[in-house]
């Protein structure tokens, strides 16, 4: 079992920064993909980013790709997301999720652990 909490939300003008952290507890973190997602209601969930257990491999959605950044600190158990020239089309409630392969993964279904998310906010 892995318990996930994300903290770093809240309010932020368009144009600026959050940095949302996602701590990790229980099993072995540092052999597991992680991925971040988010949602708004009324919609699905969707592929924010996905980061390898070794960091070296990342990917992001289109809609975040040169804005925002993922990292992970296995002796931690931490994985961040470093989010920069936020839009108001960014404003969701933002979930970490552990996914117990080495691979990352876009897909929702293939996350076996999530956290309760934190909400972002970007409005003037």
């Known amino acids: 079992q892995v318990q996930l909490v994300e903290s770093g939300g809240g309010l932020v003008q368009p144009g600026g920064s959050l940095r949302l952290s996602c701590a990790a507890s229980?099993?072995?973190?540092?052999?597991?993909?992680m991925g971040w997602f988010r949602q708004v209601p009324g919609k699905e969930r969707e592929f924010v980013t996905a980061i390898s257990w070794s960091g070296g491999f990342t990917r992001y959605a289109d809609s975040v790709k040169g804005r925002f950044t993922v990292s992970r600190d296995n002796a931690k158990n931490m994985v961040y997301l470093q989010m920069n020239s936020l839009k108001p089309e960014d404003t969701a409630v933002y979930y970490c999720?552990?996914?117990?392969?080495?691979?990352?993964?876009?897909?929702?279904?293939?996350?076996?652990?999530w956290g309760q998310g934190t909400q972002v906010t970007v409005s003037s």
């Open positions: 999720a552990v996914r117990r392969v080495a691979s990352w993964s876009r897909m929702e279904y293939d996350y076996d652990y």
């Open positions: 229980g099993r072995t973190f540092g052999n597991y993909a």
